[in-house]
């Protein structure tokens, strides 16, 4: 419930007549793994993710629901890079460029989308292609691109610098439902 209020709260793309789809099982995943070094990776498979037939999109991921493989991984991902007891979420607030619902169909076609990734209360303008297509009653997005731990105030310790990548990849996997 306390994530449902949140999101209403956070969201307020479209207006109350616009058609509006929607997931609460989106599917993020990142790497921060380099070669020679236990793979660094982790998926989150609870984005929640609004898109307006206007083409705004908005999306709310809680930073614990990253799941890794390692245990051990994940507790210092929260506790000592994430601090996700202090900055419990990650949003992302945007636009698809040149959108138009009525053009979607069963092959995926390609658009912009640029918009703000906050990550620990630090914001950072994001663009890049998302695919979209429509199959049946659903609409899938899937998208890629590519942040640095400092862009956000994270501090990876000199110790285990090498084993972490500078850039960390990101990888969106949605499947949205329209909201009546």
């Known amino acids: 419930m306390k994530k449902i209020l949140i999101l209403c709260m956070f969201l307020t793309v479209g207006t109350v007549t616009a058609q509006k789809y929607y997931t609460k099982t989106g599917e993020t995943d990142f790497k921060a793994s380099v070669e020679a070094f236990e793979p660094v990776e982790a998926k989150s498979n609870s984005t929640t993710v609004i898109l307006t037939d206007s083409g705004s999109l908005a999306a709310l991921l809680f930073i614990k629901s990253f799941h890794f493989k390692v245990a051990l991984m994940e507790e210092h991902f929260n506790e000592n890079y994430m601090d996700s007891d202090k900055h419990p979420k990650a949003t992302f607030k945007g636009k ?68 972490i990548a500078k850039e960390i990849n990101v990888t969106l996997n949605y499947e949205l439902v329209e909201k009546k």
């Open 96 to 163: 698809i460029k040149d959108f138009n619902m009525a053009d979607l169909s069963s092959t995926a076609k390609e658009y912009q989308l640029a918009g703000t990734l906050t990550v620990r209360g630090k914001a950072k303008e994001i663009e890049t292609t998302a695919k979209i297509s429509k199959d049946g009653e659903k609409i899938k997005i899937n998208s890629f691109f590519s942040v640095k731990p400092q862009d956000f105030d994270i501090d990876i310790p000199s110790i285990v610098r090498n084993k």
